[in-house]
């Protein structure tokens, strides 16, 4: 199993602003990815966080707007930027352990843009 | 294109009776297909999966089946407690070990 750590938990942006989140994982994972969930709807792959290099990002979604960083084997940040109100949402960190079948996830960052 | 397609979209049951969701998925590489419960407010939870060397499995009161032929699979949950009320999230395994989700069943289940 993996223990991960997704910062912060819920915030309230101001149209224009931009805002990362950090997702840290207590081992090694081999895959990390980024999921979307906007209310009452289902998840959306945004990009899986590939360590030392570009994320790769999923039809709809670009760098410019959600940049990814993966310094290292356990941890990884987005960032919403240019934030508008269709930006709200749920954001979820999600990983692959080393040896697992199984994708867990953080708790979420819940993202309300005013 | 890769999509997984997920019904009924709401599914309500007495306590005790059956309930079935089923999904379809588009892309024939996939080979592991896992399924989701996400309670309000919460983070989704793995409750079972199934890969494709394999047509069915069981868990206690949950089983999933697969048709890789027909890309069909279906979780089945007998004698529903009302703690099972909850949104299932179907998922396929596409590309470089990426989920796609189904669009999600909330069941409602009634004492």
């Known amino acids: 199993s993996a223990v991960i750590s997704q910062k912060p938990s819920r915030d309230i942006c101001q149209r224009g602003t931009s805002l990362t989140i950090q997702c840290q994982v207590d081992s090694q994972v081999t895959m990390m990815f980024w999921y979307r969930q906007q209310p009452g709807q289902s998840l959306t792959l945004i990009a899986t966080?590939?360590?030392?290099?570009?994320?790769?990002?999923e039809s709809g979604f670009v760098i410019d707007k959600f940049p990814i960083s993966r310094p290292n084997l356990t941890f990884s940040t987005l960032t919403v930027s240019n934030m508008s109100p269709e930006d709200s949402s749920i954001y979820l960190c999600?990983?692959?352990?080393?040896?697992?079948?199984?994708?867990?996830f953080g708790e979420g960052s819940r993202l309300t843009v005013l | 294109g890769e999509n997984v397609e997920q019904h009924p979209s709401t599914l309500s049951v007495q306590e005790g009776d059956s309930a079935v969701i089923k999904c379809t998925y588009s892309?024939?590489?996939?080979?592991?297909f896992p399924w989701y419960k996400q309670e309000l407010g919460k983070r989704p939870q793995l409750i079972i999966d199934i890969r494709s060397n394999v047509g069915e499995k069981k868990d206690q009161r949950i089983a999933v089946t697969l048709n890789k032929t027909a890309k069909h699979f279906s979780l089945h949950i007998t004698e529903t407690q009302p703690e099972d009320s909850a949104v299932y999230f179907c998922a396929a395994q596409m590309g470089f070990q990426k989920l796609v989700f189904g669009t999600g069943t909330r069941l409602l289940v009634s004492p």
């Open positions: 966080a590939n360590q030392g290099s570009e994320a790769t990002y």
């Open positions: 892309d024939s590489a996939s080979n592991y």
């Open positions: 999600s990983v692959l352990p080393l040896g697992a079948g199984e994708l867990f």
